[in-house]
Nanobody
Framework: VQLAESGGGSVQAGGSLRLSCAASGYTYSSNCMGWFRQAPGKESERVATINGARWTYYADSVKGRFTLSQDNAKNTVYLQMNSLKPEDTAMYYC?????????????????WGQGTQVTVSS
């Protein structure tokens, strides 16, 4: 299984970025998949996930600004990030697990991407 992320970068506050995570060797349609982030000196945080029932979770800190979507044909999930804030600065990781339920604990996830850096300047 490989998760290939892309789309990170540097933007000013208020800007937008879209992250992509293409999965190979894994079918997310009935499993949990989503995004975590980790800023320097902070714990990993679940940002957004979609579970086997296609119910989407968002962290309170990103609700109304971030949107997780999927393209079944491409086996890819996206994270559209709008109205970015400096506190969104972190390394963002795509994560997937075998099973339909999603969890906040990173150790519940079986597969991880290499990470993509998002930097938001004020």
């Amino acid at each position: 299984v490989q998760l290939a992320e892309s789309g990170g970068g540097s933007v000013q506050a208020g800007g937008s970025l879209r992250l992509s995570c293409a999965a190979s060797g894994y079918t997310y349609s009935s499993n949990c998949m989503g995004w975590f982030r980790q800023a320097p000196g902070k714990e990993s945080e679940r940002v957004a996930t979609i579970n086997g029932a296609r119910w989407t979770y968002y962290a309170d800190s990103v609700k109304g600004r971030f949107t997780l979507s999927q393209d079944n044909a491409k086996n890819t999930v996206y994270l559209q990030m709008n109205s970015l804030k400096p506190e969104d600065t972190a390394m963002y990781y795509c994560a997937a697990r075998v099973g339909g339920n999603c969890y906040s604990a990173p150790n519940q996830y079986n597969y991880w991407g290499q990470g993509t850096q998002v930097t938001v300047s004020s």
